[in-house]
């Protein structure tokens, strides 16, 4: 059974840091592209971040060059790295990864939010 669980998020003030966690099981993790999402209150769930199995990486403008995705193959988890946080950063995270063209699994989210 595949299983995705974040962790990492909670309360900071604007111009901090915080990094999540996904770590997954029951799949083979390192042959894997890996996504990070997030849902701000009543918008839609929107693309962060996205590391293939080679370690490519791409990012949505609104985050790039503030966070960084990275994996660790041997503990089953990818991570998101948030720098200098902005209120407009403030959502519910969620990883995900594709096991098929039409079958994906997401984690239940951990929220992030960011003082003004």
């Known amino acids: 059974q595949v299983q995705l669980v974040e962790s990492g998020g909670g309360l900071v003030q604007a111009g901090g840091s915080l990094r999540l966690s996904c770590v997954a099981s029951?799949?083979?993790?390192?042959?894997?592209?890996m996504d990070w999402y997030r849902q701000a209150p009543g918008k839609q769930r929107d693309l962060v971040a996205t590391?293939?199995?080679?370690?490519?990486?791409n990012y949505a403008d609104s985050v790039k060059g503030r966070f960084t995705i990275s994996r660790d193959n041997g503990k089953n988890t990818v991570y998101l790295q948030m720098n200098n946080l902005k209120p407009e950063d403030t959502a519910v995270y969620y990883c995900?990864?594709?096991?098929?063209?039409?079958?994906?699994?997401w984690g239940k989210g951990t929220l992030v939010t960011v003082s003004s």
């Open positions: 029951g799949i083979i993790f390192s042959t894997k592209t």
């Open positions: 995900k990864t594709d096991i098929t063209r039409s079958v994906s699994y």
């Open positions: 590391i293939t199995s080679a370690r490519s990486t």
